[in-house]
C-alpha cells in the first residue's frame, strides 16, 4: 500500500525551497529519491502539482504519495547468519557490526538483505525491491538482534506494532562520561542536521518526535565512563546517538556524534588500547520484543554484547569488582 504523507509548512517560517522541507521532513529518502517523487508528480502543494524549485512563504499545506516499491531485486549472497529464532512468518537475527541492512549507494550487495535471500528464499516483498522483509533498520556499526519478515501479512503486523510503538526495544551504550542521575528521558525530535546533510540533529527545523528512555547500568568513575541501558518509543534515524550527544553523553567510539578523541586520553593502556581498537559506535541492540503476528503471543530475544564490545565490559567488571 503507498505511503501518503500531510506536511505542514509552518506560517511565520523563513521561506525555503520545496526540495530542502523535503529532505529534513523525510531523512529516511534520499534526496533523489525525493526529487524523482516531485518530478513525477506525487508532491502536491495545496493540492496542485510543484518543482523542486519551488518556494514555501509559511502555512502550505503539502502531500507526499510515497509509492510502492517494485518486486525485490537484490541478489541473494552466501554471507553467515547468525538465527535468534526462526518460522515459516519471520527470521531474528543477531546482526553483527559493520554489516550494511540493505542495498544503497555505495552498497550495493555484501548486506543482510542478500543474505537473507540466500537464506531464506521466501522474504516479504513490502519492504521495496532493495529492503524485502526488512521492518526496522540498524545502523551498519551497531550489533544485535535483527527481524525480517517472509510474508506479506507478518510484515504489515509488525510494521503496524513499530508504529504504533509496541515493539520492545533495549540498547546498551558504554558512554564518555560519569552520568550523575538514574534514569531520564529524552523527548526531542530529531531531523536533518541544518548544516550537514550527513548527520541528523534536534536542532532541525522539520524534526519528527523521538522519545529515548535511559538508565545508568554501571559507573566506572576513574576511567569516566558509563554503561547506559535505553529503551526505545520511537526508531529515528541514529535516535539513541544523537540524544545521548546532545545531552552530553557521547558512545564510546561514534565517528559521527561523539568525540574520538577522548578515547585517546583515558590513562589506562589497557583499557585505552581496547577503546581505539573498538572502530565502531559501542552500542548494541540487546533486546527485540513483539507480538508474534500469527500465534499472538509475546515474543522477546536477547542478543549478548559481541566479542569486541565484550571485552572492554568485561575488563571494567574485572577491574571495577568489589
Known amino acids: 500500500m503507498e505511503d501518503v504523507r500531510q506536511l505542514l509548512?509552518?506560517?511565520?517560517?523563513?521561506p525555503e525551497r520545496l526540495d530542502r522541507f523535503l529532505t529534513e521532513c523525510l531523512p529516511e529518502l534520499t534526496r533523489s529519491q525525493i526529487k524523482?517523487?516531485?518530478?513525477n508528480g506525487h508532491v502536491r502543494l495545496d493540492g496542485a502539482a510543484v518543482k523542486a524549485s519551488s518556494r514555501l512563504?509559511?502555512?502550505?499545506?503539502?502531500?507526499?504519495v510515497i509509492p510502492d516499491a517494485a518486486p525485490a531485486k537484490a541478489l541473494p549472497e552466501a554471507i553467515p547468519l547468525h538465527i535468534l529464532y526462526e518460522d515459516r512468518h519471520l527470521v531474528v537475527v543477531d546482526k553483527p557490526a559493520g554489516l550494511v541492512v540493505h542495498p544503497a549507494p555505495g552498497h550495493g550487495g555484501g548486506t543482510l538483505v542478500n543474505a537473507l535471500?540466500?537464506?531464506?528464499?521466501?522474504?516479504?516483498?513490502?519492504?521495496?525491491?532493495?529492503?524485502?522483509?526488512?521492518?526496522?533498520?540498524?545502523?551498519?556499526?551497531?550489533s544485535?538482534?535483527?527481524l525480517a519478515t517472509k510474508n506479506d501479512?507478518?510484515?504489515?503486523?509488525?510494521?503496524?506494532?513499530?508504529?504504533?510503538?509496541?515493539?520492545t526495544r533495549r540498547y546498551i551504550a558504554l558512554v564518555h562520561g560519569i552520568v550523575q542521575k538514574e534514569t531520564g528521558t529524552v523527548d526531542r525530535p530529531i531531523g536533518r542536521h541544518p548544516v550537514h546533510r550527513k548527520k541528523m540533529s534536534g536542532r532541525s527545523r522539520a524534526g519528527r518526535r523521538a522519545i529515548t528512555h535511559w538508565r545508568v547500568l554501571r559507573r566506572y568513575d576513574q576511567d569516566k565512563l558509563s554503561l547506559m541501558e535505553m529503551?526505545?518509543?520511537?526508531?529515528?534515524?541514529?535516535?539513541?546517538?544523537v540524544h545521548l550527544s546532545e545531552e552530553g553523553m557521547p558512545i564510546v567510539g561514534d565517528p559521527v556524534y561523539g568525540n574520538p578523541g577522548r578515547a585517546s586520553s583515558v590513562a589506562d593502556p589497557k583499557l585505552r588500547?581496547?577503546?581505539?581498537?573498538?572502530?565502531?559506535?559501542a552500542l548494541h541492540a540487546r533486546l527485540l520484543g513483539f507480538v508474534h503476528p500469527a500465534s499472538g503471543d509475546y515474543m522477546e530475544f536477547e542478543s549478548p554484547p559481541p566479542p569486541d564490545l565484550g571485552a572492554i565490559l568485561n575488563y571494567l567488571d574485572a577491574k571495577y569488582k568489589e
Not at 9 to 14: I, M, P, S, T
Not at 117 to 131: A, F, K, M, Q, W
Not at 235 to 240: D, K, L, N, S, Y
Open 9 to 14: 509548512f509552518e506560517a511565520g517560517r523563513l
Open 36 to 39: 524523482k517523487l516531485i518530478d
Open 57 to 64: 512563504k509559511g502555512g502550505e499545506t503539502l502531500e507526499v
Open 117 to 142: 535471500l540466500y537464506h531464506c528464499t521466501d522474504l516479504s516483498g513490502v519492504g521495496g525491491e532493495l529492503r524485502p522483509g526488512i521492518v526496522h533498520r540498524l545502523d551498519k556499526d551497531t
Open 144 to 146: 544485535g538482534a535483527m
Open 153 to 167: 501479512l507478518a510484515h504489515n503486523h509488525l510494521a503496524g506494532q513499530f508504529k504504533a510503538h509496541t515493539i
Open 231 to 241: 529503551t526505545l518509543e520511537t526508531g529515528r534515524t541514529h535516535q539513541i546517538r
Open 273 to 281: 588500547a581496547l577503546l581505539l581498537g573498538l572502530g565502531r559506535q
